[in-house]
């Protein structure tokens, strides 16, 4: 009996010899398989509905068997089958802080999506209600389909998970800490809850010259009394397991001396502590900083204070903006700046405002005769005992000391820093400063004299008058930048002092370097022998000694050693006697990697480096655990135990360590955002004041 045409050949024509493919590959068609008809030269062809590849699917030669295998793995099927443990390629971000991406390979798995959640939650600083969250729940199951909604944990689990993250990285800061000189920055501040705060900050250069911060502590403290800070600050230490403090940086509150004061009594025989902490005490450079243009703006208070009730006028409302750009357009002023009011807490706030606010003197002035809301506004507040609208001479005032407060505006931003070298640079800020005051006090004019006068006497105050207060740590650091050495600092103190005063200085910057390398040559490096060392142990070791031969004999050995080492001993002078490094250029000009690409040449020498130029210049890297404001913790922070937010504020630190904290430049993004939204409304308005002349309601207040 002849086979049904219909059956299908695979199951009814016979084969004369074996064919392996046609055997082992089934016959059923794939559900996302669809055989259209196709031209005659396309049968026995099959197409993928989520690709559209082309597969051979003759049933007398290929079966679907290819169909079959590529339905489970192909790319564009949304429930598609991966091998357990399979990776997959992605573009990350570099590590080490690089630019730019790499490709690596990636697998999906729920606990690596519950740890990055986790770290979410610390670097935003989310409440933990919001892993529970509908909106995000179906966020993260688009995202990614093989993630179901009960692999996501609730706010309990990820609570735990926040503890368990600051132990695990902890730990791995714990090892990095371990045996070396930590730079120590610290701040007290008080939170919304009237709860009193601490954070300790650490700075070191590992041993791949890279400079490290990392917040150690935020831990609440009774008071802000010095002895309750230096307690803290050593508990803290000890449960780090650090034995070695380099500088303590802090700001001039009184209690602070108190604290420095404790802690050299209680560190002084730890292994690590340096030349008995003769240059523990670092004073934060930006604080003085603002106590110097605090002096010098209260000296033209008057002139600041009408620009600033000028400016705030014209913000005001959508109107007075309005009325404003219509006087800049048809005076022809051409710029892109954008009026901006102060904050009284934030001097450098003030000096964005006047640096606006002196373009548009021309405006001011014409708004003042041509302009009767303005005008009236400013007749008012005089006529109730205030002030008057800013005049020509006012304006000269602020413009003039705008260009000089440029100066601390663009220092303290340097020292703000807290992910680059600042010691190494400070001086060169310092000494522009020095110089322009000097020049200032000598004015004619009387209010800039008198300004200059009161700045010099602060500027005195804090780091003398041959800067005899200023730790010599500031001058080592300069020296240790092979751009300039001992060369550079005689040409500053001889153009601010005269040359008796510079050598007398420069004298005294190289005993202090060659202290600190003599420390360093002993302890740092052993087998290196320093004669100076040698000769001050010696005389301790010879009273009381019972066999003095014996002593003799061993006091003799050690002076040949030193003499066979007099090459290492002397790098100071090999360091010293070389040109400098060229300056052309110095702009991209790495510090550490020049260091590091030389510490073979001066081994004692760059393991000194390593530990001068860690110091911070001022206290920014602690007070950025704090928002700006005063207000230091959000709501949900503030309503969490003072130990599950050190856990999250240190974590958060650690998780984005090599991300630079700015809430300046936050801030003025928001300012920006300001602006950007004012201006909107204004053009609102106008478009609907000239599209119907009988526009019904108020314009719209920006205050409101």
Known sequence: MEPSSDAPPSQTTPTTQAEPVAQAVPTATPTNAEVPPLPPKNKGKAVCNYCQKTYLADSKGHGTANLLNHTPVCVKNPNRVTLKGQQTLAFKPKKDGEEGFQLVPTAFTVEAVRKALTEMVKIDELPFRFVEGYGFQRYSTTLQPKLRIRDIPSR?????????IYGVEREKLRGALKGRRVCLTTDIWTSIQNLCYMSLTGHFIDDDWKLHKRILNFCQVEDHKGETIGRKIEMCLREWGINGIFTLTVDNASSNGVTIKFLENVTKDWEGIVLEHEFLHMRCCAHILNLIVGDGMREIDASIAKVHEAVRYVKSSPNRNQTFVGFVERLGIESKSLLCLDVPTRWNSTYLMLETAQKFEKVFIRMDYEDDSYSSYFMNKENSGGMRSPSGIDFQNCRTFVGFLKLFYNATKKFSGSLYVTTNTF?????????????????????????????????????????????HFLYVAVVLDPRKKLRFLKFCFSKI????????????????????????????????QVPSGSERTDIGESIGCSDPYAMVNSRFDRFLEAEQSIGCSNEIDKYLDENCESRRGDVKFEILGWWKVNSNRYQVLSKLARDVLAVPVSIVASESAFSIGGRILDPFWSSLS??????????????QALVPISFRKSKDEVEVLEDEFHDLVICQAAASGGSSSSSKGSPISVDD
Not at 439 to 458: D, F, G, R, T, V
Not at 642 to 655: G, H, R, T, Y
């Open 156 to 164: 309990q689990t990820v609570a735990r998970d926040v503890i368990g």
């Open 427 to 471: 001086f060169d800020d310092m000494f522009v400063i020095q110089e322009n005051i000097s020049h200032l006090s000598k004015s004619q004019n009387h209010l800039l004299k008198n300004m200059a006068i009161k700045m010099e006497s602060k500027f005195d105050k804090y780091w003398g008058k041959g800067g005899d207060k200023m730790n």
């Open 497 to 528: 002092y005269g040359n008796e005063v510079a050598d007398v200085m420069v004298e005294l910057v190289r005993g202090s370097l060659v202290k600190l390398y003599d420390y360093y040559s002993r302890v740092d490096s052993p087998n290196v």
């Open 642 to 655: 003072p130990l599950m937010v050190q856990n999250l504020v240190c974590a958060q630190d650690w998780l």
